[in-house]
């Protein structure tokens, strides 16, 4: 494996016919790829279409000018590449938000707003033939309203370019077409982290922030007027998540954490993790597929399927589904 205290990730494709089969299914082997991480800390993840970014190391265990190169990892070619360091003031990937062809990220320190992005390298000694490309970080030159640390909710409208973001008393919007932040209101969006758009439903739908273990939707908020009250959430009545509040250590096991991904088509996949007993390195992946629609009542409902994965599993967002595992080593 790795050195004394090192933790090592793999990155793993699920077949979602197995997970919709049901049952407990070992990971499959051999991971995609595995990563070795040094005791600095731990890594992070962003996905922007196919590609897969991973800090190796977060950049607040180093000096400015110290952090590493960060790794990019296309799914679909299944080919490594190098990408920038994380900017000062971008500690990890957790706020990122994908847009178009770009992966945007507010800053923790001095405002901005920064945009990665690939570009041509122009390099005259290519001998492959085509362009090289590279990913380069730009500032977009309005200043933001809020820094990555205030961020609470945030959601892509399905115009593909306005981006809205929730800090705990008000939401603003970016175009990313223009470059124009707009206030919104005095209000927030009632899902935690990132919510997704579904056609079927005409509506975003992420985790709801209260209450742990359901699933909400909401109708797109306007991206030009200025509104008094959030938009009107619906909640699933039914509690996706395998874990209960009350009961820390359920079947055996202990919630750690979860994560919701839109695959397209109105399906959706939570991965939860499950530490399997109080002492335990390794966990269990929970994974539950699931599509939503309105009854007769305009009601939230779901058709579920569920299936189960050893091991423990840390899923970047990505539409693509590949989940990322973590396991130390003693």
């Excluded at 305009?298 to 050893?310: D, N, Y």
Aim: glycine share 8%; proline share 6%; charged share 20%.
């Amino acid at each position: 494996m790795t050195a004394r205290g090192a933790i090592t990730y793999r990155e793993y494709k699920l077949d979602a016919d197995e997970i919709y089969s049901g049952g407990l299914h070992e990971l499959p082997e051999p991971a995609a790829i595995r990563i070795n991480s040094s005791v600095h800390g731990p890594m992070d993840f962003a996905a922007l279409g196919t590609n897969i970014f991973v800090a190796l190391n977060l950049r607040y265990y180093f000096d400015d000018g110290d952090a590493p190169a960060t790794i990019v990892y296309n799914t679909k070619t299944e080919a490594l590449g190098v990408g920038p360091r994380l900017l000062s003031g971008i500690p990890a990937f957790w706020a990122a938000m994908a847009a178009g062809e770009k992966l945007y990220a507010l800053t923790t320190e001095v405002l901005s707003l920064q945009a990665l992005s690939s570009a041509p390298t122009n390099n005259t000694w290519n001998l492959r033939g085509g362009d090289e490309m590279n990913w380069l970080w730009n500032s977009e030159p309005s200043l933001p309203p809020c820094s990555g640390l205030d961020v609470v909710a945030y959601a892509l409208h399905p115009d593909g370019r306005t981006i809205f973001m929730s800090t705990a008393s008000v939401t603003h919007c970016f175009d990313t077409s223009n470059g124009l932040w707009k206030e919104l209101g005095d209000w927030v969006l009632p899902f935690r982290g990132q919510a997704y758009f579904d056609h079927s439903l005409d509506a975003w739908v992420g985790i709801y922030h209260k209450g742990e273990g359901y699933v909400c939707c909401c109708p797109v908020a306007s991206r030009s007027a200025i509104a008094k009250r959030p938009p009107d959430c619906r909640m699933l009545k039914e509690k996706l998540f395998g874990h209960n509040n009350d009961k820390p250590w359920i079947c055996g096991g202990r919630y750690m954490d979860a994560t919701l991904t839109y695959m397209g088509y109105n399906r959706f996949c939570l991965v939860e993790n499950i530490l399997r007993h109080e002492k335990a390195v390794n966990s269990m992946l929970h994974v539950t597929l699931f599509s939503l629609k309105y009854d007769c009542v305009g009601e939230l409902q779901s058709r579920l399927k569920f299936g189960h994965a050893p091991g423990h599993i840390q899923c970047p967002r990505t539409p693509c589904c590949s989940l990322m595992q973590h396991s130390g080593c003693n």
